[in-house]
Structures are given as C-alpha cells and as structure tokens.
C-alpha cells in the first residue's frame, strides 16, 4: 500500500477526533455557564419568596398603624364627646367615630387577607428553599463530572494533536498540501472510500478503470468531481503495500 496513503488514511481520523474533542473543549464553558444559570435561577426563587414575604409583613405592620392611628383617633373622639355642647357637634363627631371604625374594619380585612396569604407564602419559600439545596447538590455534581470529563478531553485532544504532528511530519509536503488544501475546502473531510465504482462522500461514478486503479491503494487518486483522496478500505493489505 502507498505509503502516503496509509498515513493519509490514518491523518484523517486523527483530524476528525481533534475536531470532535475542540468541540468538546470549546463546549465546556457553555455547559458550565448553563450550570451557573440553572444555579442562579434556583437562588433567584428563594430571593424572590423571602422578598415577597417580607413585602408582606410590611404591609402588615402598615394596616397594623394605621388600625392603631385610627384606635387612638376613635378614643379621642370619645373624649370629646364628655364636652360638646349641641347635637349637631354630638353627631358629627359620632359620625367621625363610626367612619374610623369602619376604616378599622377594612383595614383587619386587610391583615386578615394578609395572615391568611401568609402560609402560602411560608409555603412558597420551603418549595424554593428545597429547590436550591437540590440544585445545589446536582449542580456540585454535574461540575465535578464536567470539569473531569473537560481534563480528559484535554488530554485526549492534546494527543491527537501530537500525533496529527508526527504523522504530518512523514507525508510527502506535496502530498500533505494537497490533503490541506482538500480537507480545508471539504468540511475537514479530505479523504473518501471508493466503492461500487463511486465515490461514497459526493456519490459521484467513476471510470471504471479509474476504479480499479484506486482499487490498488498504491497511488495517490483524486475524486474527479470533489476532489477528495480516493482509496479502498476492502484492499488495505494490498500486495503492492509499502509502509
């Protein structure tokens, strides 16, 4: 088998898992960042249910004035009351005092609206409480397994790569450059299997002399339509192998 070829054959495969692991590589802080998210959003819940319940029992505290405000307006009516001096100022104070206690009692609604809403509430923040500690957990997790599996990648990638270098190193540079210059226009796939008289990326025929000729793997075809590096995966122990 042509020397050249067979690292060629070997090159492409190389080139292929060194692009499958930068994928891999260049995804690790996308998946992390969405590990921040999700962690952030969890967070976020619990914020938001203390920060509702704390906008709750202020406002608690507002009816709860204002119904003291109104006690204290009502109790002074009442002692004013003892000194009036004709019915009209007997009634409108009276009417004073019956207006503050109707006023009291929308503003008990309102705290009992607000006590009743309160376990909801309560409620709420215990849901988002256990969210985050579950997220907590698995996002602690999944960080550990995508840090491992980003090292491994690294490591993985990383060999590739030398071998990319070695095998790179002991092609012909006329050949190496035809392989660049085809790998670079084709999506990275420089070389392609010849079978059944076709060339199996581009499906495109060939001569049947053409065929059986690269049949041989012991030359260096091009496909005549993409211009890919044709071989024979069935015939790689050809008798004319030289490598």
Same mark, same amino acid.
């Not at 009276?94 to 009692?105: D, V």
């Not at 260096?220 to 890919?228: L, T, V």
């Given at each position: 088998?042509?020397?050249?070829?067979?690292?060629?054959?070997?090159?492409?495969?190389?080139?292929?898992?060194? &692009?499958?692991?930068?994928?891999?590589? $260049?995804?690790?802080?996308?998946?992390?960042?969405?590990?921040?998210?999700?962690?952030?959003?969890?967070?976020?819940?619990?914020?938001?249910?203390?920060?509702?319940?704390?906008?709750?029992?202020?406002?608690?505290?507002?009816?709860?004035?204002?119904?003291?405000?109104?006690?204290?307006?009502?109790?002074?009516?009442?002692?004013?009351? !003892?000194?009036?001096?004709?019915?009209? &100022?007997?009634?409108?104070?009276?009417? $004073?005092? &019956?207006?503050? =206690?109707?006023?009291?009692?929308?503003?008990?609604?309102?705290?009992?609206?607000? !006590?009743?809403?309160?376990?909801?509430?309560?409620?709420?923040?215990?849901?988002?409480?256990?969210?985050?500690?579950?997220?907590?957990?698995?996002?602690?997790?999944?960080?550990?397994?995508?840090? $491992?599996?980003?090292?491994?990648?690294?490591?993985?990638?990383?060999?590739?790569?030398?071998?990319?270098?070695?095998?790179?190193?002991?092609?012909? $540079?006329?050949?190496?450059?035809?392989?660049?210059?085809?790998?670079?226009?084709?999506?990275?796939?420089?070389?392609?299997?010849?079978?059944?008289?076709?060339?199996?990326?581009?499906?495109?025929? !060939?001569?049947? =002399?053409?065929?059986?000729?690269?049949?041989?793997?012991?030359?260096?075809?091009?496909? &005549?339509?993409?211009?890919?590096?044709?071989?024979?995966?069935?015939?790689?122990?050809?008798?004319?192998?030289?490598?």
């Amino acid at each position: 088998m042509n020397a050249d070829l067979k690292k060629l054959i070997r090159l492409q495969e190389v080139d292929l898992s060194v &692009e499958e692991y930068r994928t891999k590589i $260049e995804a690790f802080p996308v998946k992390s960042k969405a590990l921040d998210v999700k962690l952030a959003s969890a967070l976020q819940g619990v914020l938001l249910a203390k920060k509702a319940i704390e906008a709750s029992q202020s406002k608690h505290k507002e009816h709860e004035a204002k119904v003291s405000d109104l006690e204290a307006k009502i109790s002074k009516h009442r002692e004013q009351l !003892m000194s009036v001096k004709t019915n009209t &100022e007997y009634k409108a104070m009276t009417k $004073e005092i &019956e207006f503050s =206690q109707e006023a009291i009692s929308k503003q008990e609604d309102h705290i009992l609206a607000i !006590m009743e809403q309160a376990d909801e509430l309560a409620g709420i923040l215990k849901s988002a409480e256990a969210t985050l500690t579950e997220d907590e957990s698995m996002v602690l997790a999944e960080r550990s397994k995508l840090s $491992e599996e980003n090292v491994k990648d690294l490591e993985t990638h990383a060999a590739y790569v030398d071998e990319r270098n070695q095998l790179s190193g002991g092609i012909d $540079e006329a050949v190496f450059a035809r392989y660049e210059r085809v790998r670079n226009a084709r999506g990275g796939v420089a070389l392609a299997r010849a079978a059944d008289e076709m060339c199996t990326v581009c499906n495109v025929k !060939m001569r049947p =002399q053409r065929f059986q000729e690269v049949r041989q793997n012991d030359q260096i075809f091009s496909c &005549e339509s993409c211009s890919r590096i044709l071989y024979d995966p069935e015939n790689m122990d050809h008798p004319f192998e030289v490598a």
